[in-house]
C-alpha cells in the first residue's frame, strides 16, 4: 500500500462547479498534510496545508481532514478552466522516520469551459 | 533570493557522463529536499539536508547518486555514469527548518536527459 494515495483522474468537472479532490494516507501518526498545484511541465505549487481535522478555508479553496479516517480532501469553489492541473497530496509520515515529505502521485483536474 | 533557484534549467547528456545539478534555497531555509519525477509520474524523495548535514539519504537509487550543501546554502546533486533510466526531472526544495509544519517550496527543477 502506497503511503499517500490519490486516483490519477482525469477529473472533469464544468467551469463553476465545485472540485472535490480525495486522498487517503496509512500513516496514523501523521500529522500535517499539504496540497500542492502542479502546472504541465512546472513545479509543483503550494496552495493549501492542513494540520488539525476539520476545514481550513482559503478563498476558493477548502481543505478537509480527518484523522479517524485518514482522509484528506480538497474542494475548489467556483472551479476556473485555470484550475485544470495536476493536484499532489503530500503528508509528513512518522513512522518511517522520514524527513521529507511523501507525495501522493496526483489526481489530474480538467475544467470544461 | 526570491525563491528557490535551480540550474541548468535543461541538461542533455549523454550515457556513462557524470552530472551535476545545482539548487540554490530560499535565503534562511534551513532545510533542503532534492526529488525525482519521472514523465507523468508523482515525487520521488531522495535525499533532504538540515543544514549541511544529511539525516536521510534513504531514497537515493543507487551508490552513483550523491549530494552535499555547503553550510546552509547551495547543494549540488552529483549523477555519476548515467543511464537512460535516469532521465528525469529533478527538483530542489527548502523550508524554514525541518518539521512537520514546515511547507515546502519548489524550484523550477532541472530536465534531465540522457541520450
Known amino acids: 500500500q502506497k503511503e499517500v494515495e490519490q486516483n490519477s483522474g482525469p477529473l472533469s468537472v464544468p467551469e463553476g462547479a465545485i472540485a472535490s479532490l480525495n486522498c487517503t494516507y496509512s500513516d496514523r501518526g501523521s500529522q500535517s498534510f499539504f496540497w500542492y498545484r502542479q502546472y504541465s511541465g512546472k513545479s509543483p505549487e503550494l496552495i493549501m496545508s492542513?494540520?488539525?481535522?476539520g476545514d481550513k478555508e482559503d478563498g476558493r479553496f477548502t481543505a478537509q481532514l480527518n484523522k479517524a479516517s485518514q482522509y484528506v480532501s480538497l474542494l475548489i469553489r467556483d472551479s476556473q478552466p485555470s484550475d485544470s492541473a495536476t493536484y499532489l497530496c503530500?503528508?509528513?509520515?512518522?513512522?518511517?522516520?522520514?524527513?521529507?515529505?511523501?507525495f501522493g502521485s496526483g489526481t489530474r483536474l480538467q475544467v470544461q469551459p | 533570493g526570491a525563491g528557490v533557484s535551480q540550474s541548468p534549467s535543461n541538461k542533455v547528456t549523454e550515457k556513462g557522463k557524470d552530472v551535476e545539478l545545482r539548487c540554490d534555497p530560499i535565503?534562511?531555509?534551513?532545510?533542503l529536499y532534492w526529488y525525482r519525477q519521472r514523465l507523468g509520474q508523482g515525487l520521488e524523495f531522495l535525499i533532504y539536508?538540515?543544514?549541511?548535514?544529511?539525516?536521510?539519504k534513504s531514497g537515493l537509487p543507487s551508490d552513483r547518486f550523491s549530494a552535499e550543501r555547503t553550510g546552509e546554502s547551495v547543494s549540488t546533486l552529483t549523477i555519476q555514469r548515467t543511464q537512460q533510466e535516469d532521465s528525469a526531472v529533478y527538483l530542489c526544495?527548502?523550508?524554514?527548518?525541518?518539521?512537520?509544519?514546515?511547507?515546502?517550496?519548489f524550484g523550477d527543477g532541472t530536465r534531465l536527459s540522457i541520450l
Open positions: 492542513i494540520y488539525s481535522n
Open positions: 535565503s534562511g531555509h534551513t532545510a
Open positions: 503530500a503528508g509528513h509520515p512518522m513512522d518511517t522516520g522520514r524527513r521529507a515529505l511523501t
Open positions: 539536508f538540515q543544514g549541511n548535514s544529511a539525516p536521510d
Open positions: 526544495a527548502s523550508s524554514i527548518r525541518q518539521g512537520v509544519a514546515q511547507p515546502q517550496h
